[in-house]
């Protein structure tokens, strides 16, 4: 019943920006925390940002400066916003809801299916 949908993943050039999105529907009651990862061929997946049910955010340091994560609780929607990309940023980005309560189980995880990001030089 709870699925999380990403999207907003595409081809940019160096320098460009991209949205991605992530909403979470179903019988949710409520989401702790919401994170972005994302893993490049033959790297380990590295967390790139999280944000709790108060707004608090984190980031790696490699995207400081450059990515905000945000939320929408009451749409259970969270986003990307990612500016002056890098070819390092290239990755598959996955979103993750972290401590979800359904109205119908107990407090679980869910991840998205993951949406792909390219920079291009």
């Known amino acids: 019943q709870v699925q999380l949908v990403e999207s907003g993943g595409g081809l940019v050039q160096a320098g460009g920006s991209l949205r991605l999105s992530c909403a979470a529907s179903?019988?949710?009651?409520?989401?702790?925390?919401m994170n972005w990862w994302r893993q490049a061929p033959g790297k380990q997946r590295e967390l790139v940002a999280g944000i709790n049910s108060a707004g608090i955010t984190s980031y790696v340091e490699s995207v400081k400066g450059r990515f905000t994560i945000s939320r929408d609780n009451a749409n259970n929607t969270v986003y990307l916003q990612m500016n002056s990309l890098k070819p390092e940023d290239t990755a598959a980005y996955y979103c993750n809801a972290e401590g979800l309560y359904s109205f119908g189980s107990n407090s679980r995880d869910y991840w998205g299916q993951g949406t792909q990001v390219t920079v291009s030089v």
């Open positions: 179903g019988p949710i009651f409520s989401i702790n925390i």
